[in-house]
């Protein structure tokens, strides 16, 4: 199980953390990989992370901005985003699989999401 929270609404220019807790299986064992979809939009890969070796790949989009980060003794990851923009707006979904990926097929159990909204 994946719980994703932390969205809210903000500023351009403004930051926010979400939280992925996660249960029910053995979080070194996985991939975490956060996804956000905007109405009318293909979901999009903004950054994965291998919870055992901290292998990180990120998207183009959000280098330099989001940071992403792990809690194994909690069993959370975390997703740092600062400086957001208004086309950051989306809903945002953790999700883990058994291999590093960018593709979203990869990832077999997600989170319910959480709403990011970025008002310039």
């Known amino acids: 199980q994946l719980l994703a929270s932390g969205g809210g609404s903000v500023q351009a220019g403004g930051s926010l953390r979400l939280s992925c807790a996660t249960s029910?299986?053995?979080?070194?064992?996985?991939?975490i990989g956060w996804f956000r979809q905007a109405p009318g939009k293909e979901r999009e890969k903004i950054v994965c992370?291998?919870?055992?070796?901290?292998?990180?790949k990120y998207g183009d989009s959000v280098k330099g901005r989001f940071t992403i980060s792990t809690d194994s003794r909690k069993n959370t990851v975390y997703l740092q985003m600062n400086r957001l923009k208004p086309e950051d707006s989306a809903v945002y979904y953790c999700a883990a699989g058994p291999t590093l990926s960018t593709n979203a097929t990869s990832y077999w159990y997600w989170g319910q999401g959480t709403q990011v909204t970025v008002s310039s």
């Open positions: 029910g299986f053995t979080f070194d064992d996985y991939a």
């Open positions: 992370i291998n919870s055992y070796d901290r292998n990180i």
